[in-house]
């Protein structure tokens, strides 16, 4: 039986390179997004890709992608849940609705679409992997509500593996670095981009292919007694601690 996979936030960026991934692997992938034309231009001339439109954060449209992909590939193997979005500034500036905007798609999202998909996740002995944030491991400035966020699904993923493991089910969470990704490239200076590859010990950013190998590899039976971890995919970032670049010289 062919395994499958399915892929939120696969319109673009890590969710497409962890879709690419696991069809290279010949698995069948559900890509999902809430961005219906960028989804619809990612899936295309992609074999064994099936694209289905959804907002992660509407329970409603989640109990409707079950019947979905129900009927799509007939059965789940991996729960990918890299859906979210960034929302950067000063915890004064930070109104209610941003922050409810943040954690309904990079929380509730993650809550509502593993729920939902646990049944047929028990039925394969499955795997969730959840993509956190360096941020979940480490504040910074200006992430009041992405950090926080990402904190959530760390913890999250933990309770899933806690609750889940008696039915098989392998539940982890990936927190990528710094990745070399279009949206960052674009926001970040050069004055950003020194100082990021001076506080990370190989000194540069990662790639999106990067983390998606450590997602795909978490999916996989080689990792088959790893369950309830937190992997920072992030060249060292987190191991530097508050420690001080010019002191490395």
């Given at each position: 039986m062919?395994k499958?996979?399915?892929?939120?936030?696969?319109?673009?960026?890590?969710g497409?390179?962890?879709?690419?991934?696991?069809?290279?692997?010949e698995?069948?992938v559900?890509?999902?997004?809430n961005?219906?034309?960028?989804?619809?231009r990612?899936a295309?001339?992609?074999?064994?890709a099936?694209?289905?439109?959804?907002?992660?954060?509407?329970?409603?449209?989640?109990?409707?992608?079950?019947g979905?992909?129900?009927?799509?590939?007939g059965?789940?193997?991996?729960?990918?849940?890299?859906?979210?979005?960034?929302d950067?500034?000063?915890?004064?500036?930070?109104?209610?609705d941003?922050?409810?905007?943040?954690?309904?798609?990079?929380?509730d999202?993650?809550f509502l679409?593993?729920?939902?998909?646990?049944?047929?996740?028990?039925?394969?002995?499955?795997?969730?992997?959840n993509?956190?944030?360096?941020?979940?491991?480490?504040?910074?400035?200006?992430r009041?509500?992405?950090?926080?966020s990402?904190?959530?699904?760390?913890?999250?993923?933990?309770?899933?593996?806690?609750e889940?493991?008696?039915?098989?089910?392998r539940?982890?969470?990936?927190?990528?670095?710094?990745?070399r990704?279009?949206?960052?490239?674009?926001?970040?200076?050069?004055?950003?981009?020194?100082?990021?590859?001076?506080a990370?010990?190989?000194?540069?950013?990662?790639?999106?292919?990067?983390?998606?190998?450590?997602?795909?590899?978490?999916?996989?039976d080689?990792?088959?007694f790893?369950?309830?971890?937190?992997?920072?995919?992030?060249?060292?970032?987190?191991?530097?601690?508050?420690?001080?670049?010019?002191?490395?010289?």
């Open positions: 062919q499958t996979a399915i892929v939120t936030g696969a319109a673009r960026g890590i497409l390179a962890t879709t690419k991934l696991f069809l290279a692997e698995r069948r559900v890509m999902v997004d961005d219906v034309p960028e989804l619809t990612a295309e001339g992609l074999s064994n099936i694209a289905l439109p959804c907002d992660v954060s509407d329970a409603d449209a989640v109990a409707g992608l079950v979905e992909v129900e009927r799509a590939i059965r789940v193997d991996a729960l990918i849940n890299n859906a979210g979005i960034a950067f500034g000063p915890i004064e500036e930070t109104g209610f941003r922050w409810r905007a943040v954690m309904a798609t990079n929380l999202g993650v679409m593993s729920q939902a998909f646990t049944p047929a996740l028990k039925a394969t002995r499955g795997a969730i992997v993509i956190a944030s360096i941020s979940a491991l480490r504040a910074s400035t200006l009041v509500a992405y950090g926080t990402k904190a959530g699904v760390a913890h999250l993923t933990q309770q899933q593996a806690v889940l493991g008696e039915h098989g089910i539940a982890n969470c990936v927190c990528p670095g710094p990745v990704t279009k949206l960052a490239m674009a926001v970040h200076t050069q004055e950003i981009i020194d100082a990021y590859h001076d990370i010990p190989l000194n540069r950013y990662g790639n999106e292919s990067e983390i998606a190998e450590a997602i795909v590899w978490l999916c996989s080689k990792a088959s790893v369950t309830g971890q937190r992997l920072a995919v992030d060249g060292g970032f987190e191991a530097t601690g508050i420690g001080l670049p010019a002191l490395r010289e």
